[in-house]
């Protein structure tokens, strides 16, 4: 269990309507703020308590200094801290390599449910790598950039081809780009070598795999691989790209997610 001290964005639902509680998980090189834009405000209107965490060495979490040395079973160790403080099995609502932590953790304790959004699939991110290197190399040159805030119109062009929307405005994806942050390079060499290590039993519970039409890093082409083994409901997002949550078409996919939402079973 980790002891490290986590942030957690907190909102509670503006009409309690004994909805579960939704638990949102961010992806690699990012922070929990990524769900407050646009989801968190939209399902706490539709009933629903949120919570956002920061996992370790990610936005205002301890963990900074020694994040690279932090690995994936550390984040689920952080899921396991914010759950045990909620009174009933969450909805986990994870984006990428947060859908890695997500499943992982869903081995360990019962859930509601989960919705896994553009999933890093089980064969790992080292296609995706090759993908990218071939098709806009300069990405790997940028990324840095971008991290480090010393983004210029160049950065700004390759980051909104790799993870935004077409439709995605670039003053938009300027607003966007302070949200990364460095990611620990134990978590992402295990998103290449060990992405899903141990699961080969997979408890029965309501799963979504959800992506978008023009996801440049995980095509919509792959969500089957992690939608079959969790007997999961498949939905692409028309025109999204990978940042789900952030692109125009933000809000169809917060739309799709909650009628999913409304076919589990009610909270006790």
């Known amino acids: 269990m980790s002891s490290r001290q986590l942030y957690v964005h907190r909102y509670p639902a503006a009409h309690p309507e004994g909805r579960p509680t939704l638990l949102f ?9 990524l769900w407050v834009e646009h989801f968190i ?16 060495g990610h936005g205002r979490s301890e963990g900074r200094d020694d994040l690279d040395s932090l690995g994936l079973d550390d984040y689920v160790d952080d899921v396991a801290q914010v759950v045990a403080t909620l009174r009933a099995p969450p909805v986990l609502i994870a984006h990428s390599m947060g859908s890695l932590v997500a499943q992982r953790y869903a081995q360990r304790a019962p859930l509601a449910g989960m919705a896994l959004l553009a999933p890093v699939p089980p064969t790992g991110t080292g296609g995706s790598a090759g993908r990218l290197a071939l098709m806009l190399p300069e990405f790997f040159e940028e990324l840095p950039r971008a991290i480090a805030g010393s983004a210029g119109p160049r950065t700004l062009e390759v980051m909104a081809r790799v993870y935004f929307s077409p439709e995605m405005p670039a003053r938009e994806t300027a607003h966007y780009l302070p949200l990364l942050q460095a990611e620990s390079e134990r978590a992402v060499l295990e998103m290449v070598t060990l992405p899903l290590r141990g699961l080969s039993c997979r ?3 309501p799963v979504l795999v959800m992506g978008g039409s023009q996801d440049a890093v995980f095509p919509a082409s792959m969500l089957c691989f992690t939608a079959l083994p969790w007997r999961a409901q ?13 692109d125009p078409q933000w809000e169809d996919a917060a739309t799709r997610i909650a009628a999913w939402l409304e076919t589990l079973p009610a909270a006790t």
């Open 41 to 56: 405000p939209w399902f706490r209107e539709a009933g629903y308590t949120c919570l956002a965490v920061d996992l370790s």
């Open 203 to 205: 408890p029965r519970l």
């Open 25 to 33: 998980v961010h992806g690699a090189y990012s922070d929990g703020r």
């Open 234 to 246: 498949q939905d692409v997002v028309s025109g999204a790209g990978h940042m789900l949550m952030l």
